[in-house]
């Protein structure tokens, strides 16, 4: 009997203490501190759930839109009284819906009330607000003459990409958009406001640059911008190629990133699409030049000269604003028209320099393409990012200094693929498909070979992430977790464990 009754009680406290989660308080007290927030009975509800990836359908118990660092702070205590799991949306552009919890129930701190820009006139810093689009960022900096590395795709959020990452074509001058995060106002799990730099609570300055969303929610970041170059080039070149022709410009691509000839001021990819025919790819080959216009065919001469004469060739010359918005995907100025979706599966692969690819993996991936590829439905694409080359700034960064693990990376391949119209359902076979991509170039690598995966191209069917995201950093990574967010109140999918 006795046991019996404790059992039952203890079931009612076990019971009592996980559904202590109350939206009807939850929203009385946001509503007492002024705080805006929408709940699952309110009508804007839906259309503000929606995730960039409509493969996902999360559901937050509610989406608050706090306009200040104390009124996330409140957010935050809130969602703490209620037990929730509280999570960042900046852009709202993570592959797998983690700014909206990845998984239902969330509370999401939606940062859009918080878009404010300051230059420093004289230092030329930034202080940007979290809720910033990449592009919007781009044409107020350069309003003062500055300019910061960061994607060309201009609706995604400063928030995510400065905190896992940020990579663009500016990246081999400039580094990583986190390399450029000088300090950062972050509000933390017990609700405290603090300072994170290099002289103010370094531990966490180290996380936020690699891993920003466990540790706390990112209110404010100042950055180190940069002088524009006086000049700038957008370039794009397009051909059809069979396998083999396509197999041999890729070995050449990666000759032409170890010779050393790469400049900095030069950043680009080159891509693989679905070919006209079987036993065919499209390749491009794009990106920026930031050196004077007149040596932009010299610098890519090198690599240029060994292929056939293009198909498609664009190349724009012009200021760096110019450049930027000729090879931007969407809208430079975000508020103009509404953000897009996609329905995708994607993934990632970061090669080291040190052991490069071998002939065998470059073919296989490109004939995989051409076939394999041609004959699917879905529409799919896959990018081979430059990072290295002896002279790129990504990798002159020390390991130890940022807990974004990779500084060693010759190439980030991006493989993606979405449902042939872009909407809802996403076909099973996507997920193999995708999963090929990164097969074909492994197993025709050694099999000790520590191959890397980039946390903003974020996969939550990646078996062994916390090694492939944050390699040897992931234990000092769970040691800070346990100190500043022992409740794990920022929780998500990928989340560092305690
Ligand atoms: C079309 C497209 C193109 C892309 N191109 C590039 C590219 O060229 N280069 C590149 O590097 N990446 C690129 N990405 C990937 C992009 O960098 C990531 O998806 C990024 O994390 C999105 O940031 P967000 O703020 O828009 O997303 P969100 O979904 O809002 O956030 C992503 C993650 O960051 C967290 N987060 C957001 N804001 C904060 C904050 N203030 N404090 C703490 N945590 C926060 C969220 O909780 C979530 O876990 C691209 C993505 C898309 C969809
Ligand atoms: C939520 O809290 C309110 C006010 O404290 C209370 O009236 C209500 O019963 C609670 N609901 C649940 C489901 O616990
Ligand atoms: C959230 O709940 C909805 C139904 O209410 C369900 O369709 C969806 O799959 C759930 N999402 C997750 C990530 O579990
Ligand atoms: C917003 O930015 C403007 C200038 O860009 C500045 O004058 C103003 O003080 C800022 N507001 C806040 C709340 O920081
Ligand atoms: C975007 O366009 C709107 C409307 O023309 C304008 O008010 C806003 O300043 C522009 N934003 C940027 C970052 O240039
Ligand atoms: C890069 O490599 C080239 C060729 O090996 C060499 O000439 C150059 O000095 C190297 N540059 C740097 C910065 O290491
Ligand atoms: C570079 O210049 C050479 C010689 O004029 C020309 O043949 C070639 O097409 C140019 N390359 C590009 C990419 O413009
Ligand atoms: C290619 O040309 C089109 C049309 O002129 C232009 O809109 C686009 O920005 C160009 N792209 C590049 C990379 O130069
Ligand atoms: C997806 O984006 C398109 C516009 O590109 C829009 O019409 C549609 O409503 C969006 N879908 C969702 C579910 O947000
Ligand atoms: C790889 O292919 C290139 C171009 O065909 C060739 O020059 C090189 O010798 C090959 N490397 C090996 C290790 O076979
Ligand atoms: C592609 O489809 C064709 C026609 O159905 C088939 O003969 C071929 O084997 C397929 N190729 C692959 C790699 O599946
Ligand atoms: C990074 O720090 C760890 C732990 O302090 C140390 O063992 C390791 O050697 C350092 N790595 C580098 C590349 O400095
Ligand atoms: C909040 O957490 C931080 C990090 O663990 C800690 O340093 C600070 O003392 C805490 N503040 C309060 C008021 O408990």
Known sequence: MRPAIALALLMVFIVSFCSAQNATELKEQLAMEGIMALFQDDA???????PYNL?????????????TAEQISSVVVAGVIQKLHVVARSGGHSYIANGLGGTNGSLVVDLSQMKNITVDAVTGNAIIGPGNRLGDVALTLNNAGRGLPHGRCTYVGIGGHSGFGGWGFASRMWGMTLDNVLSATVVLANGSIVTASEHSNEALYWAIRGSSASFGIVASIEFRTHAVP???TAFEFTWQMDAPTASAAFIEFQSWALSGDIPPEFGGEIGFLKGQAYGQVEFAFLGNYFGPADSFNSTITPFFSKLPAPVTANVTQGTWIEALTAIAAGNMNTTTQPDSNDTFYAKSLMAPQAVPLTNASMTALVTYLAEVGFNSSDFWHVEVELYG?????????????TAFAHRDTLFTF?????SPNLLPPYPDSGFGFVDGMIS?????MPSDWEWGAYPNYIDDRLQDWQRRYYGSHYDRLRVLKSSVDPLDTFHFPTSIEK
């Open 44 to 50: 804007e509800y839906t259309a503000a759930s929606q």
């Open 389 to 401: 080359g002896n002279q790129s700034a990504i990798n002159q960064v020390k390991f130890n200094d």
């Open 55 to 67: 493969r996902y359908i999360v559901e937050p118990l509610a989406i608050a839109y706090p306009t």
């Open 414 to 418: 991006q493989p993606y693929a979405s």
């Open 440 to 444: 074909t170039l492994t197993l025709n």
């Open 230 to 232: 006086p000049t700038a």
